[in-house]
């Protein structure tokens, strides 16, 4: 493109002709005109995609862009309930906003804080990639600990900014993000919305809050991505992920590294390793095998190339909440004040997994042998869906700076998932699948 322009200033003459001078006028009127068409195109594009009413589109919108417009909050009522649920009641506690507080981990990790003390406030928008009544039944739980769940979008920023005018956080535990990988073929949108831009709309209000929380986030052992070297380390590279999924999860490490550059915002990245146990997520491979073993249906179980084992690093949820609850503790203040930063932050990159792969395989014979029931088993190939091998984590730098020690095997934290399985779904809940 620029092979014809010489390398030495003023030592290039070309002869001005009409022709010429009329030739380049009318080269640079068309590609004014051509500038100006697809200006409107691209303007047209925007318009038609962001601001079409639900009316008009014949497409579902994403559940998590519904809730951005029509759950109700504010008032004095309201206020005092934000206020007491977050309100610390132990003498060194914490004030922690959790995000996805309905979620699997999310309802454990308020529980946990709750419980020790600390004041905690919830926020979900309910959406419906899964079950709802699963999260109802979650939010009821925390309501009985303590825990008020505002009904919110994390994209809502103005909700986010009444929230820290109203509590003055230390903390926020952001665990709300759209899950799962195979999803992301059928619905791309609901990835970038809630991963990326949702992780953007939460930094916005915490560098903005002051005081600056210190911010812990999950991650996922999915940005290691067709990475092969094992175990994986925080220092290998992720730069090859293998689904979308994966893919806005990089993307928001690297956010979160900008925003701790730039406003001093103290942010620790969890990279959680396969998360199982009760209250668990009904699009996990435990939890669907579960129930269609129970139902006498046949489950798909994947193996790689040449009859290669797919494994995981199965990880039982009280292991990654003490993960969470160490990372919260050990967290530094963040530098900045009113958006500008004042000093280096702190910026941290955990792996909380098991250490021990399982092959999928096995899993299913422990679930065999837990429920007593033998299972119809169809072994597929491993398909092109954004699932990878094998995942393990090297917990080395965890267990070193945050005492981290998952102490939970997949035989015991599957048994203890059965049991509340068995239970949560013959007593009146509504029946799994």
């Not at 979900?124 to 699963?134: A, V």
Request: glycine share 8%; with cysteine.
């Amino acid at each position: 493109m620029l092979k014809h322009i010489p390398s030495t200033p003023g030592k290039f003459k070309m002869e001005k002709s009409p022709y010429i001078l009329n030739k380049s006028r009318w080269h640079w009127h068309s590609s004014i005109m051509k500038l100006t068409f697809w200006s409107f195109i691209f303007l047209g594009l925007i318009f038609i995609f962001f601001f079409r009413s639900p009316s008009s589109n014949p497409i579902p919108q994403d559940p998590s862009r519904r809730s951005l417009r029509t759950h109700n909050w504010g008032g004095p009522a309201w206020e005092k309930r934000v206020r007491s649920s977050a309100r610390i009641r132990s003498r060194n506690g914490i004030s922690v906003l959790v995000t996805g507080a309905a979620g699997f981990v999310g309802t454990h990790v308020s529980t946990a804080l709750k419980r020790r003390g600390d004041g905690v406030l919830g926020l979900d928008n309910f959406n419906d990639y899964y079950d709802p009544s699963l999260k109802r039944a979650r939010q009821a739980l925390l309501d009985r600990t303590g825990v008020f769940v505002v009904e919110g979008d994390i994209n809502d920023s103005t909700l986010l900014k009444k929230l820290f005018e109203v509590v003055p956080f230390t903390h926020v535990m952001h665990l709300a993000a759209q899950a799962g990988v195979r999803y992301a073929m059928e619905n791309p949108s609901s990835y970038v919305h809630s991963n990326i831009a949702g992780l953007v709309s939460l930094l916005e209000a915490c560098k903005s809050a002051n005081p600056q929380p210190a911010i812990v986030w999950a991650s996922s052992s999915s940005v290691y991505g067709l990475n092969s070297k094992v175990p994986f380390s925080e220092k290998d590279r992720t730069d090859q992920p293998a689904s979308l999924y994966a893919a806005t999860k990089k993307a928001g490490e690297e956010i979160a590294h900008t925003y701790n550059h730039i406003y001093g915002l103290s942010l620790t990245a969890l990279r959680f390793f396969t998360v199982y146990g009760p209250w668990g997520r009904p699009d996990m491979a435990y939890f669907f095998f579960t129930r269609d073993i129970l139902k006498g249906k046949t489950i798909s179980i994947f193996e790689a190339a040449n009859h290669g084992t797919v494994a995981r690093d199965f990880t039982y949820i009280d292991d990654i909440v003490k993960g969470c609850l160490a990372a919260l503790d050990t967290a530094e203040k963040s530098t900045g004040s009113g958006g500008k930063k004042k000093g280096p932050a702190q910026f941290r990159v955990y792996n909380l997994g098991n250490t021990s792969p399982v092959p999928v395989s096995d899993l299913v014979s422990i679930l065999e042998r837990l429920l007593k029931v033998d299972a119809k088993r169809n072994v597929m190939k491993l398909p092109q869906n954004g699932d990878v091998r094998f995942t393990h984590a090297n917990i080395s730098l965890a267990q070193r700076e945050l005492g981290y020690k998952p102490s939970t095997d997949l035989q015991t934290g599957t048994k203890k998932f059965v049991r509340w399985y068995l239970s949560y779904y013959s007593g009146g809940n509504k029946a799994a699948g």
